[in-house]
């Protein structure tokens, strides 16, 4: 206690170091280590973008928002930098001993004492600059630097969680040796000795050490503390921070003239004079040189060079460059050697980089030599494994199920009957009403209660299967309500991976599976089943789509679907073309349904991934392909979109520029250009397109998502390990579950490791064969080589198409096509609103729905009955490490929405794409189903049915029989309005019942209804419509003519939809 300057700034240091460490450090790393290499780069060199240019701004506009965004990402750990900096100055200046004359003991020191600092190369050089000027050496001071961004806990974690275990060793063997061994060589051979420590001259403070006095107080050792501090922070500031700036600028200027997957694909292609002149390995040494000085030069964020690399792999990036980028980038940079040549030694900051790009060259040659030989083993290994016969797994129990004439006493029993409304006329229209069922008595916890599929009848076989892990396989899991037996309440079918489709029986608000029998699709995967009449004759038909064996309708007989009425629909190739969306409507006003079929090729933008819209010639089809920029269009959805009266169509693609096309009543599609002026901007992974009037202005607004919040917005998600998943289960799938999960966890591990041989610890015959196909089809994609492909037998075709798609040709587009389309924006959801011009602007982040995690499935509802529609959505992956939770965005009265996901009781963290919403006990207020895409069937019971609410369904015997298309306002109270469209599409994978749900909040009533036909004919009705009810309205045929009567089943040979 003698000396207390000492003691007072260890305690300073302590206090900066871990208010640091655990404010920022540790809670930032853990959740970049969390998301590895799935998170979404809005910028190329940070990861908070502030700002985010248009893709087609101008190079100095780029480079300036970079700057900005690089700036940002590093603040914190620049603050600390320069703040414990300043500090260990002090330090140093009272330690009577700063170096050793051991080279290798100063380099060793320094790598003991930046290590723990978890900071950045360009946050922890003034760090080392701050102990070079207080008398350190040289070694110690570099080594410092260094051994910061490449050292601490949390990156060697993940280092080892990302890279297969040869380029975990190349790299911490080179790192280790050089900040060890290299730097005393350096500074021995090609460092002046007069530079190895800073002379009195340039040093901002005495270099002889400060002299103390035993009987100081406390209090002066305080104001001693706090004046040099404050002076060496002053020092430290003018000397580093002006070069941060430049620094940045220059990182970004360099990224952007050269963008990483422009890195990615260096040298990809061989031949031309340079092979010629240099051959295959003079290439890769050139290839390597250029590759490891832009990671030497480039300023990153800590972790960045973990990430960015294995992003890089994953997109294919050879692995000797992976390894020469993933040796350089973050353990030197432009800024660094700034500092260390104004400071320092410019001896030094020439040497030091320039080695470190000699041994990155080094790394990604023995990187390369090393793959090579593990190339010939893990093809040895695949050729193995998937050419011999597969074993048989044990069978998965489909559940009980029970023919429609076993179920049809009971349909019967459990109809619901309707009375015919006397009181409320319009021309041609007859108006029919069924009560609500008695809401439950009991108080509800809150809004939704969530149970187990099972406990509802739902005895959905709770199958785990490897290929979710591939895709296609990996997303579609699709689901759809309506009523198919014409009963009154609506049942659902859902896709299967054990027996291609599931459908269940609603029995009075209990599920019962009936059984199908459709041949055709036997074996198949089906991507997506809907329920539509398409042959306009009352009864909801199924439309059921495919992966490689087509698309089909099974026309509704009675209430079953028999193989003799199922028919193909046309696409562009049944084999290639996978349908990832639909959508019906009435383009044309002449009561038959188009069908809008948006295509996925097997891989990017290749001829089998065009759109098509199907319009009917009786039971045929006329194939009209659509004027597009083809993409993976993962949603799209018939509405009027600019309330003219007419149908547009929404087309929501992954990777290309999604599309709106403009209807005119006639059947004709014009595509919305961006010269149009429209729509401002449109997600660029657009997975989920949806619209409803939001603000209850009668007015349609367009909502669409894509993958958010993986970079800048990270923090703000809600997610949870995998491992916890189980937890949530009931003990009869807990246990397989956590199989399911430690499967899981085999397997993504072996593709990190690149190593197949890793599948042979799985225990289920299926699952070690998948894992096999999963590594032939990763190979051929990391390794650029078809090769792989050929690996894959007839068992795994899908799997070989979609091999095979890695190497087919891509569409291509002039200039003046690519400028037509609309521009598009990453990491952000968009909600479109039209002003008073009708364009439309976006307005998701003031309206606080711009995050929705991983967005598949998201559309509007009113789920609370406050009168305002609320926004739920379904998202996640089956192949994250994390989990993140489904959203709900309860609407404020149209002024914003708020996320009330857990006081609401809607949670659920298996990663789903797929819900649809459904009244299933028939007591007015909308239920949620959701179908993860591992784990059970999910239901969100709702509790508001306490509230008032009103449904309207129709029946249109001039226009379609469902009213597709039909717009339903209701007026009531004072001056209150709603508007609802009854639609079928939107979303992902999701389709909903044909009926319009209206929350009334207070109200009991509504005092008139107008329906604006899909025809566009308008019907206006004005009386009590009573809530708590169902109403149900038909129009006839032609004016005059009469539908009236109450409503009953007809016999039992018979069950079609109400009409």
């Not at 701004?57 to 930098?81: D, E, H, Q």
């Not at 392909?625 to 979109?641: A, C, K, R, W």
Request: aromatic share 10%; glycine share 10%.
């Amino acid at each position: 206690m003698r000396n207390k300057r000492l003691i007072v700034i260890l305690v300073a240091i302590t206090l900066i170091a871990g208010y640091f460490w655990s404010q920022s450090r540790i809670p930032d790393l853990n959740v970049k280590a969390d998301m590895g290499d799935e998170i979404n780069l809005d910028d190329p060199l940070s990861f908070d973008a502030i700002l985010i240019p248009e893709k087609n701004a101008p190079l100095l506009v780029k480079v300036a928002y970079s700057t900005v965004n690089w700036a940002y990402t590093n603040r914190k750990g620049m603050i600390f930098g320069v703040t414990i900096g300043a500090a260990l100055m002090g330090l140093f200046s009272i330690l009577s001993r700063r170096s050793y004359k051991s080279a290798i003991l100063n380099s060793s020191i320094g790598v003991l004492v930046g290590a723990p600092l978890g900071v950045c190369v360009n946050c922890a050089t003034p760090i080392a600059q701050g102990i070079y000027s207080a008398g350190a050496r040289l070694e110690m001071a570099l080594a410092t630097m260094m051994s910061s961004p490449t050292l601490n806990i949390i990156v060697l974690t993940m280092l080892f969680s990302l890279f297969p275990p040869y380029m975990v060793a190349i790299k911490l063997g080179l790192t280790l040796g050089f900040l060890i061994l290299g730097l005393p060589l350096l500074s021995r051979f090609f460092v002046d000795e007069g530079a190895l420590t800073i002379s009195e001259e340039s040093c901002p403070i005495d270099l002889n050490p400060v002299d103390y006095d035993p009987d100081e107080s406390w209090w002066a050792a305080l104001r001693w503390t706090l004046r040099s501090y404050f002076e060496n922070l002053w020092w430290v500031v003018r000397r580093t921070v002006p070069l941060m700036f430049v620094a940045g600028a220059i990182g970004s200027l360099a990224v952007h003239a050269l963008p990483w997957d422009a890195v990615a694909g260096l040298f990809e292609d061989h031949g031309g004079r340079i092979y010629d002149f240099l051959g295959d390995f003079g290439v890769a040494l050139v290839g390597l040189s250029i590759v490891a000085s832009l990671g030497i030069f480039l300023p990153v964020p800590m972790t960045f060079d973990l990430l960015i690399v294995a992003i890089l792999m994953a997109a294919g990036m050879p692995v000797h460059y992976a390894m020469a980028l993933l040796f350089t980038l973050g353990i030197f940079s432009v800024y660094a050697f700034t500092v260390v040549w104004n400071d320092m030694s410019r001896r030094a900051a020439i040497m030091v980089p320039a080695a470190l790009v000699l041994l990155g060259v080094l790394a990604g040659v023995g990187a390369l030599e090393f793959d090579e030989m593990d190339r010939e083993r893990q093809t040895g290994v695949l050729l193995q494994a998937l050419g011999s016969e597969l074993e048989v797994s044990e069978p998965v129990d489909e559940g009980p199920t029970r023919t429609y004439a076993e179920l049809q006493p009971e349909l019967m029993d459990g109809q619901r009957a309707a009375s015919l409304v006397t009181d409320l006329h319009a021309e041609g229209i007859t108006i029919h009403r069924t009560p609500f069922a008695d809401p439950r008595t009991d108080a509800a916890a809150s809004l939704f209660e969530r149970s187990e599929g099972m406990a509802h009848g739902i005895e959905e076989p709770y199958a785990f299967d490897l290929a979710s892990m591939m895709r296609p396989y990996m997303f579609h899991a699709g689901i759809a309500s309506g009523d198919i037996h014409g009963d009154g309440w609506d049942d659902i079918v859902m896709t299967s991976r054990t027996r291609g489709i599931s459908l269940y029986a609603n029995l009075k608000g209990r599920f019962v599976g009936q059984s199908l029998d459709l041949p055709e699709i036997e074996d198949a995967f089906v991507t997506q089943v809907a329920l539509v009449d398409l042959d306009d004759d009352g009864s909801l038909d199924l439309v059921i789509t495919t992966y490689m064996k087509g698309n089909f309708v099974v026309y509704n007989h009675h209430g079953e679907f028999l193989p003799e009425n199922l028919r193909v629909l046309p696409n562009v190739d049944p084999v290639r073309s996978m349908t990832a969306s639909l959508s019906f409507g009435d383009l044309d006003g002449d009561g038959d349904l188009e069908i809008a079929v948006g295509n996925v090729a097997p891989f990017n933008s290749q001829p089998a991934g065009q759109n098509l819209v199907l319009y009917p010639e009786g039971r045929e089809y006329e194939v009209r392909p659509l004027d597009e920029i083809s993409g993976s269009t993962l949603s799209s959805l018939f509405s009027d979109i600019n309330d003219d009266g007419y149908l547009d169509l929404m087309i929501g693609n992954e990777g290309k520029p999604s599309a709106f096309y403009l209807g005119d009543g006639t059947g004709d599609l014009q595509r919305v250009l961006r010269s149009d002026g429209l729509v401002p901007y449109t997600p660029m992974r657009t997975m989920s397109v949806t619209s409803a009037d939001v603000n209850n202005d009668l007015k349609p607004e367009m909502y669409l998502g894509q993958i958010t919040g993986f970079a800048t917005q990270s923090a703000h998600l809600r997610t949870r390990p995998v491992e916890d998943l189980c937890a949530e289960l009931s003990d009869g799938l807990r246990e397989r579950c956590e199989k399911d999960v430690a499967t899981f966890q085999v397997v993504r591990r072996s593709g990190r490791a690149r190593d197949a041989r890793r599948c042979a610890t799985l225990e289920q015959p299926g699952d070690r064969d998948a894992c096999y196909a999963y590594h032939a089809l990763n190979r051929a994609k990391w390794r650029k080589e078809e090769g792989p492909c050929d690996h894959l037998p007839e068992r795994w075709s899908g799997v070989e198409l979609r091999c095979r798609g890695l190497f087919a040709g891509q569409l291509s587009y002039s200039e003046a096509k690519t400028a037509e389309a609309i521009p598009s924006i990453t990491n952000d959801n968009v909600l479109l609103m039209a002003d008073q011009k009708g364009n439309f602007a976006d307005h998701a982040e003031e309206l606080g729905v711009i995050l929705a995690g991983w967005t598949w499935n998201a559309k509007f509802a009113d789920l609370d009955h406050d009168e305002w529609v609320d926004l739920y959505v379904a998202n996640g992956l089956f192949f994250s490490k994390t989990r993140e939770s489904n959203y709900l965005y309860l609407n404020q009265e149209g002024k914003g929405f708020a996320d009330a996901t857990v006081e609401s009781g809607a949670e659920g963290y298996f990663p789903t794409s797929a819900y649809t919403y459904i009244d299933f006990d028939n007591d007015g207020d909308l239920d949620i189903i959701t179908m993860p895409l591992h784990g059970p069937v999910w239901v969100y019971e709702n509790g508001s049915s306490n509230s008032n609410s009103v449904t309207f369904s129709l029946r249109d015997h001039r226009g379609n029989r469902f009213g597709l298309g039909t717009k339903i306002v209701i007026r009531y109270g004072d001056g209150r309005k709603q508007m609802r469209e009854i639609q079928s599409g939107g979303g992902f994978t999701s389709f909903d019942a044909p009926f319009a749900h209206f929350g009334l909040g207070e109200f009991d009533g509504v005092e008139e209804v107008e329906i604006r036909w899909s025809t566009g004919e308008k019907s206006v009705m004005r009386g009590d419509f009573e809530a708590g009810s169902r109403y149900r309205i038909t129009r006839a045929a032609s004016e005059g003519s009469s539908v009236a009567g109450p409503v009953v089943m007809r016999s039992p040979s018979r069950f079609p939809g109400l009409s």
